[in-house]
C-alpha cells in the first residue's frame, strides 16, 4: 500500500511540476514572426471559444444588480405591508410645491394648482432622498408643501381628481424608518458576487489570455515580451516573476498589473480596458515619463485611469491627498512623476482572483460609503459599478464581428462612453429636467443609475443572439483543434501530463471516481483543481474537482464538486461552514486568540420584533452618522466631497458637546458601576478617526432596554456599546468592511451588561456617551478577508495601521498597555527609534487644525 501511495504522489509532483499555460516551444516555434497560427496548428482563440467567451460575459453583464429595480421592488413591498398594495411607485409622483389652497375634498387637506417646483417618481424620491429638505419641519407642513398624484408635473391640477390617498408625511416616516435601500442594494450586490466571482474570475484570465495573443499576434509584443504576459497565466508562476499593483501616491489601482522578471529594468504594464492594454517600458523611470506626459496632456486619460481606483481613495480627506487631486496636481505640473509606481505592493497567488477580490471589495465598499451622500458621490458610484463591467468591453469588440453578432447588438466603449456623458452632462439631462422638474445633480444621478439597466439589456441581447450560434457550432467543426474526447477515457487514478492543442496549456489528466470519467485539470492550488473543456481548452463553470485520501481503501481519489454557477452563493455558504467548523475544531486551547465574532444587529435577532427605535449600542457603526449629525451636515454633504465636513472643527465638536448635554440627567447614569470608571475598554467602529477625535461616541436617542432574544442570544439598545476583550471589537471591524478598533478609557463610566451572540459573552460594558478624549487611538482599518487569529499569526493578512488621537487625556501607562493588547495586528511593526510611548507622550504634535492651539486639558502646546 504505501508503494502504491508513493508511486502515485510521484505521478502527481511530475505532473505538477510539469504544468505551464503557454510552453516556451510553443513561442519559439514563432521566432521567425509573430503570426503564431502556424500550419497545422490549432488556433488557440477560435470562433467555438469566441463563442462561449462571449456568453459567459453575456451572463455576466444580465446578472448585474439594477439599482432602480431594487429600489422600486424594496418600495413596493414596503409600501404594501403598509395597507397600500396597489401603489405602482414607478407610475405615481411626488411633487413639491410652492404653496398650496385649502381644501375639504381632499384626502390631505390641500390642492394645487401651480407647476410642481420638483417631481420624482416614487421610487426616484426615495433613492434622492427627496424628503430632506424638509428634516426641520413638521408633519404638517410636509403635506402643505408636497403631495403625492397619478400624474406627472405637466398636469394641469393637483387635487382631488389625481391625488393618492397616501400622506407625504406618512411616506417620509415609512421611507426612514423602514427603508434602508442601500443594505438592500449591498446584499444584491453580494448576492451577484456570490454568484458569479467565479465567472468573472475566468472572463478576466480569459481577456487577459486573448488581449495578450492580439497584440503578439499584431506585432505589438514581441517573443520574450509575450512570455512574460503569459507567465501569469501558470498555475504557479516563476520565482523570478515579479506582479505589482500600480498606484498613485500609494494607493493601488484595483485592476492595474505591473509585470517583471526580477534583475530586469523592461517589464509590462497591464490596463485592463485600454484599447491596447499591455504597455512595454525599458524601465520604470521611463515609464513613470511616459505616463507622466499622457496624464499631464490629455484630460481623458486622467478621467479614464481613475476609473480604475476605488472612490473611497480617489477623495481628498482632512489631512491627505487623494487620487483625483494627484491627477489633478500631474495636470498643472504641481505634481511631477515620483508620485506614480511609490510602493509596489506584490500580488501574490493567481493574479485574477486577486483582481476580482479587489473589484468585488472595492464595488461593496464604494456602496457602503457612497450610496447615501451627495449626488455627485450616488452618480459617481453608479458609474464605477457601470465601468467595472467595460474592462473586458475591448475584448468583445475585437470578437463580436468574428462570431456573426449582428452589428446592431454591439455597444462599444467609445458608444458606452457617449451614452454615460449623455446620462450625466448631454442632452438627455436637458430632456429630464425639461419633463420632470428635478434638480441637474438628482437628473445626473438618476441617469447614471440607468447606465446599470443598459449593460443588462446589452447582456440580454448578446445572450439571445450567441446561443442560437452555439447550438449551429457542432463538435465536427472544432474536432480538430480541441484534445480528443475518446482519449479522456483512458486516464486513471494516476495524473498524467497533457498538452492541450487548442491553448497549449499543460494540464493533468485524471479519472474523477465518483463519475467514472476522464477529465482535463488545471490546478489551483490546495488540493483544488477546476475542470477543462477538452474541445476549447476553457474552464468549466462550477466544475471543481478535489483529490482526497479514502480512508477505507487508503487509496487517493477525484471527486467531483458540483458547484452550479446559479447556485454558487450556497455552495460558498457550506464551504464557508465546513471551513469554519474545521477552524473550530483544530483551534487549540492555549492559542489565547478568539475566532471571529460578530457583535449582536437586529438582523441576528431571531423571531422578534422589536420598536422601531430599538437597537444594539453597536447599530450606527456603518458608515452612518446619527440624526443630529446629519441635520447639522446636511447642506456640507451636498458638496462634492462627502467627507468635507471633517474640516470643519468646531461644527464636530459641537456635536460632542450637545450628546453630552443629552446624556447628563439620564436615568441610565444612575446604574453605572463606580469600579468601571477608567476602565480601559474597545469599540470597533467604521468611522474615520478623523471624525471621531472630534465628535466622540454617540448613543442613538433611543430607550435603553436589555432583550433576551433566547438562551443564546442577548442585546441592549440606546447605549454606546464597548467591549473588555479586544477581540470583540476586533471582529466587529472585520465584520464590517474596513473597520477601525478604538482604545477607551471609560473615564466616565458605564454599566457591565450580560449581553451574548450564539452562547457566546460580549464582555460589554454599555455606556451612554463617549467623548473624544477618552479615546487614546484608533488602529486599522482591518482587512475584511481574513480571522482575526489569521491576522495576529500572519502578517501578510495585516492593513491596520496606529493613529494616536492628538486629544487623548489618558496616562502613557493606560495608552501603552492598551497598544500592547492590539499591536498584534498592525500591518507593520513601529520603528524601534521612537516608542509607542514616545509618539503617545508627543501626541501634541498631531494637531492639524489651526483653532486646536491647547491640549484637552487646556494646557498650551508648545
Known sequence: MLVLMRNFLKSLLVALFSIQPLTSSFAEQNSSSNDVLI????QPFDIFWKHQFVRDYAELMKALPDPLRITTETVKNVLA???????????VYYHRFDGAVGSSRTYNGWA????????????QAIMLNAFNRFRDYFPGEVDIYTGIYTQGAKAKYFDERNETRLLSSDLWDIAYYQLDIQKTYTQALEEFWLKNQQRFTLLLRDGYALSAFQQYKNGLLNRDQYQLAIELLKAKREKNINVFRFDIYGYDATDILLISRKKENAGLLYIPGAKQPFIIFKNERQLKKYLFQALRKYPINRKTLAQHFSLYIRQDGVSYSGVDSALKGFAENSWNEDYLMMKHRPVFGDVFERVAEQVKMRLISDGDVRIKSNSEAQRDYFISLSSSALTLFPVIDLILPEVGIPLEIGLNVGQFGMSVDKAINGDQIAERLAGSRMSVSNSAVLGAAALVPLLTQYGQALAEATEPNLKLLTNPLIKNGGYPRHNLQHFTVEPKTVIHPRTHETLIGV?????????LLRPLGFGRYLEIDADTGRALLGKQVTLNLDENTQQFRWNEEQLSPNNEAANLNQKAQKIEESNSETKTESSGFSERLDIILPDDLPNVSPPKSSSSGYEDMAGGRDAEVLRDFAEMEMLVDPYAYLTDVKALHEISINAQKEVMHHPFLMEFQPE??????????????????HTGMNRKIAPVKEYQIDANNRGISGVVSTSTEQSIA?????????GYVYAIELNHGGKSVNTMLRGADL???ATLNIPPEDIMFAVGPFNPNA????QVEDSAKRSAELIINPHAVADSEVAEKAFNQIKATLKYQLDPRMTFAERYQNRADLFWHEDETTMPDGTPLD
Open 39 to 42: 500550419a497545422g496548428s490549432a
Open 81 to 91: 405591508s403598509n395597507g397600500y398594495p396597489d401603489i405602482d411607485p414607478d407610475n
Open 112 to 123: 394645487h394648482y401651480n407647476t410642481p417646483l420638483e417631481s420624482y417618481t416614487l421610487t
Open 511 to 519: 479519472k474523477i471516481a465518483d463519475a467514472g470519467r476522464g477529465a
Open 676 to 693: 468601571l470608571t477608567g476602565r480601559l475598554v474597545y469599540r470597533g467602529d467604521t468611522r474615520l478617526p478623523h471624525e471621531l477625535f
Open 730 to 738: 476586533v471582529d466587529y471591524a472585520l465584520g464590517n468592511r474596513m
Open 763 to 765: 464582555h460589554e460594558v
Open 787 to 790: 480571522y482575526y487569529s489569521y
